[in-house]
């Protein structure tokens, strides 16, 4: 069977009896609410699976092998008025929905110089999260118990994307007793291929892919990019030794004290080994050029706490490949004399970075009228004005090979026609009219707008006293307040498709 879980007991924190998930889900529209970082999105998620077992609450003074806090302003503790007891909502930054309510229990200022040594080992910014510590994370930490509401949504490679009671039921199902884990942020070659079926056949266990999606170190590859070398891996591996599943983990960079923490991580979801790496999580270089931590520092804490932790160390075995005979081999079992080649990760992205693809963008209404049509107010001359500048950005974009998603607010016909025209010169353009209700505008409106509107405190308001034109010649029409985001990105990729801009992929 698979490994117990960390403190005995996997704590799966979403709610899924149907009238308290409709209780929470109606009391996080009537509470105070936070909108949640990148890096917190991640924590939690894995606070509210279970994946940070026997964890359950977002942190107080008390300590874990890594800090797991919901940083806060002192405007954000004015703002709502934090104190203890009170019930937060946590909101998720990609679509505004409450992914779960926080009781607070404390609220205090970090030394975050003491917590830069304790947990990084050092104090210096050249560390990305001692940067991250002390430029972006704020004053104040707030912690306390966590009623989760639903999980955060994807939309990339859901398939890959399991709870550790999913992988958990996974490997019941096919009867793996035996899992070795592996932890990686970069893309995989053959030699990793390699010495993980090495690891499971010593050990007679199948192995688990579990690659960081989250938050990684800066400048490595994107997920997207990595996903496609691990599915493209897996079918090399022999049948029905490998699973791949995706771990939303947001990194640290922490050497000894992260590995020890992705050992809970995989243990939690089940596995019974994990393999650490040479210099495992490790950040690079200080500011003196030296290594943060021993190349070995990583196995040996978590060699010393195996038992207690109750997961099996396997340590990352160096293979070299001989092309004469076409194998890997053990380094240290290398024939004298004979020919060698190895392939380093920093050659597999370069290479990997040369092959270009098409680029996305992204043009969100209120970020080009923060960043390109600041001096434009909201008459129908200046709401043109600003469409026409989005057509002919859209438009440069395609010529250079882009894709582009345009989210505006556009409410008159002739202003889209005409970025139709200006597009379609180099490329294709589609329409996808969001039909929402009104009323059901109304409904989602957190910041009250439309109220104010209504009460003429707001002026030249769409759909309230400025008319918007509803499209003629939409190539898709989509209401969410029937369908999900996941069923309209479908439909919308479905129409591509259709069209042809996938091709055989």
């Known amino acids: 069977m698979a490994n117990a879980p960390h403190g005995g007991i996997l704590k799966d924190l979403i709610a899924r009896d149907q009238p308290i998930h409709q209780q929470l889900l109606q009391e996080s529209t009537t509470i105070p609410s936070i909108v949640l970082t990148e890096r917190q999105l991640c924590d939690l998620e894995l606070i509210i699976s279970g994946g940070f077992s026997p964890l359950e609450a977002l942190l107080t003074i008390s300590v874990w092998s890594i800090p797991i806090n919901l940083d806060v302003s002192q405007e954000d503790i004015d703002r709502l008025s934090l104190k203890p007891d009170q019930r937060i909502a946590l909101r998720d930054p990609r679509n505004d929905t409450s992914i779960a309510i926080l009781t607070v229990q404390d609220i205090y200022r970090p030394d975050k110089v003491k917590e830069a040594v304790q947990v990084f080992g050092d104090d210096d910014l050249a560390h990305p999260a001692v940067k991250y510590l002390h430029q972006s994370v704020k004053e104040f930490y707030v912690g306390g118990n966590v009623q989760a509401i639903q999980a955060p949504v994807h939309y990339d490679y859901v398939a890959y994307r399991n709870t550790p009671a999913e992988i958990r039921a996974y490997f019941k199902k096919l009867n793996w007793t035996r899992v070795v884990a592996f932890q990686t942020r970069n893309p995989m070659h053959r030699a990793h291929r390699e010495l993980t079926v ?6 007679q266990a199948n192995v688990l892919i579990n690659p ?16 496609r070398v691990y599915e493209a891996i897996i079918r090399r591996y022999p049948t029905g030794m490998a699973a791949l599943s995706l771990l939303p983990l947001a990194m640290r960079m922490a050497g000894p004290r992260e590995a020890l923490w992705h050992a809970i991580i995989r243990k939690n979801h089940g596995n019974t080994h994990f393999i650490i790496g040479r210099d495992h999580a490790g950040p690079g270089k200080n500011s003196a050029g030296k290594d943060f931590y021993g190349p070995y520092d990583a196995q040996y804490l978590v060699e010393k706490y195996k038992d207690e932790i109750d997961i099996e160390v396997v340590p990352f075995q160096q293979v070299t490949y001989l092309p004469d005979s076409d194998e890997y081999v053990p380094s240290d079992e290398v024939p004298a004399g004979a020919k060698t080649l ?22 969100l209404g209120e970020t080009i009228r923060g960043k390109l049509s600041s001096e434009l107010g909201f008459s ?3 709401r043109d004005i600003n469409i026409n500048r989005l057509g002919f950005v859209s438009a440069e974009l395609t010529k250079a090979g882009a894709g582009v998603i345009v989210a505006p607010i556009a409410p008159y016909e002739e202003a889209r026609k005409q970025a139709r025209q200006e597009v379609e010169k180099s490329g294709g353009f589609f329409l996808v009219h969001v039909a929402t209700p009104l009323e059901q505008c109304i409904a989602w409106d957190r910041d009250g707008v439309y109220e ?22 939409a190539e898709l029409v989509v209401d969410p307040s029937v369908e999900s985001v996941a069923q309209i990105v479908r439909r919308i990729v479905l129409l591509l498709d259709q069209q042809g801009y996938f091709g055989d992929v």
């Not at 800066?218 to 990019?225: A, K, L």
């Not at 190895?342 to 992204?362: A, K, M």
């Open 380 to 382: 129908k001359r200046e």
């Open 342 to 363: 190895d392939i380093s990760g920093t050659e597999l992205q370069v290479s990997l970075n040369q092959q270009g693809g098409r680029s996305i963008s992204l043009l």
């Open 198 to 203: 090495r690891a499971a056949r010593s050990r």
């Open 452 to 473: 104010r509107a209504k009460k003429g405190e707001i002026t030249g308001f769409t759909g309230i006293d400025d008319p918007y034109e509803a499209p003629k010649n």
């Open 212 to 227: 960081v999606v989250g938050l990684t170190k800066p400048g490595d590859i994107d997920h997207f990019t990595r996903v």
